[in-house]
């Protein structure tokens, strides 16, 4: 199987909006363009993912499988980032308070001069 993530992430945004045109908009790209992933997708598994209506996609059994997949692995991925932005600030607090402390020493060594 040589689907790239980026069709994974596509079909992850199509399943969950219900829609290719709101999902081309969520990922700032053009509709064929999502069309077309989604196609590439499909011959790649060699399976139907969703069945198109006249106002948005469902998925298949196939695709619903798939999704159940895609959708813990996204949001375990959208996890750790949020994780780790936490962390960021963490550590962004934390080095922002150094430096006041610094200035602190800084000022009160100039004053004892």
């Not at 011959?43 to 695709?63: H, I, P």
Request: hydrophobic share 40%.
């Amino acid at each position: 199987m040589n689907a790239n993530l980026e069709h994974y992430k596509t079909f992850y945004h199509v399943a969950s909006l219900g829609s290719v045109t709101k999902a081309a908009k969520e990922l700032c790209i053009s509709q064929p363009a999502v069309s077309q992933m989604i196609k590439q997708l499909e011959e790649q598994l060699g399976v139907s993912l969703f069945v198109r209506r006249a106002k948005g996609v469902q998925l298949t059994a196939e695709g619903e499988v798939l999704y159940s997949y895609v959708k813990a692995g996204y949001e375990q991925i959208a996890d750790f980032f949020l994780k780790t932005a936490d962390n960021e600030k963490e550590h962004a607090k934390m080095w922002f308070k150094e430096l006041e402390e610094l200035g602190d020493t800084a000022a009160n060594l100039k004053a004892a001069a």
